[in-house]
């Protein structure tokens, strides 16, 4: 950069390492269509409230837009040495139609046009990653429906605890992701406030008119404090916390499909096309995408980390260390919305194995439960009934059986309530249609919990059929689970 960007009170050229240091255009040239926008709007303003010619605004709009065109086609030469995306922009329009182009920045600063560059860009953000959500969830439930006829055993600490649908678990998946969502529009709706007219910190002179270019640029309304409204970044900390909710959420659903496709549990095959094969062991086929997937969620912890820790203890109001806010913020949503579209692939063209599932729920008890409610709905306290249950299940274990082995004889010896019909509440199936609660996985409930998913999705215009069989998940009848 030389002396003369920076104007009249510099002598000396800065330091070529400082230089490199402190620049941002590297990472920031992202923001270049938001800038361009702003600056338009900007302009735009500036006419119609009769700060600058309507002439010079014809041609600072003109120029903004050829060089946005050159940008577009990768034509635009990023100098280092002005520092940033605002520069460069700023001085290639200068550059282009000379006098007209200085004075674009009339009431403005680079501080309230970062801060709307950040919001511009990161509102959109918000909505694309939303909308990639929306197409795993058109996946999930395409899954569901396929699923609802597959029993498979819940688990708590990773034990077999009740049986339950496979499609219910699918959309314990579908609820988790649904927060994640709205948790992205909600910041990007409470981020959707102009921070333009705000100037350095102070406001400006001119006669600005702020809801004008709010309006432009698709704000809701414009930020409440000139001081705030340049330093507050915590629109971006609480959008990073809500990626790295989604992220957890992706890898936790990464974890079970690790464990579901190991010999141990065998309940998915994973499609060659998301598996990876070992360079010395032959017979390996590795889900390494969910594991990677587990993996990322690391790095979009870490760009939170990094935001916050960035931002404690700096005074009001901008401060440069807010320049670091980028790349965490970018590289966030970069890696979610990638993790969002390989557990798109993934769970698309996955198999799960119905026969491996059901066999699971033979061993473990997971009738135990069963016993027990049939005890207390005849009147045992439920506390007793458990009991009983509990030592039914060591007997079972001592004589090496199931439940449903044990002679009645056995059971009424632990309990005279016990009668024929007891085995029939031990089926599996029957098991799992008595819990016919909303939000439970009965038959019934699952259905509804599908049909309303899919109401939602296709109210927002989702078309699921067609987004899920992208990623190689058919209709229910239209192929294996
Ligand atoms: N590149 C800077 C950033 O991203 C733009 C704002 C610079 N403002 C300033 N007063 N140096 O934060």
Known sequence: MSQKTWGGRFEEDPDKAALDFSQSVDFDKRLAVQDIRGSIAHARMLSAQGILEA?????????????????????FAWDHSKEDVHMNIESALIERIGDAGARLHTGRSRNDQ???????????????????ID?????LLVRAGQTVEVLMPGYTHLQRAQPVRLAHHILAWCAMLGRDRTRLLDAARRMNRSPLGSGALAGTTFPLDREATALELGFDGITENSLDAVADRDFLVETVAALVNCSIHLSRISEELVL??????????????????SSMMPQKKNPDMAELVRG?????????????????????????????????VFDAFDTVDACLQILAGSLGGASFDKARMEAALGQGFLDATELADYLSARGVPFRHAHHVAGRLVKRALDQNKTLSELDLATLQAEDPNFAEDVYAALDMEAAVERRDLPGGPARARVHAAIASLREELEARGQDVDAIAARFGAVQAGGGAP
């Open 55 to 75: 002439a010079d605004v014809e041609r600072i709009v003109e120029g903004l837009q050829a060089v946005a065109a050159e940008i577009e086609a990768g034509r």
């Open 114 to 132: 970062v801060a709307t560059d950040m919001r511009l860009w990161t509102r959109e953000a918000c909505h694309r990653s939303a909308g990639l």
């Open 135 to 139: 197409q795993l969830l058109c996946v």
């Open 260 to 277: 579901w496709s190991s010999q141990e549990f065998g309940f998915v095959r994973m499609s060659d096309a998301f598996t990876t094969g």
């Open 296 to 328: 990322k969620t690391g790095r979009v912890v870490g760009d939170l980390m990094n935001l916050v820790v960035m931002l404690k203890g700096l005074p009001l109001t901008y401060n440069r260390d807010m320049q670091e806010d980028k790349p965490p």
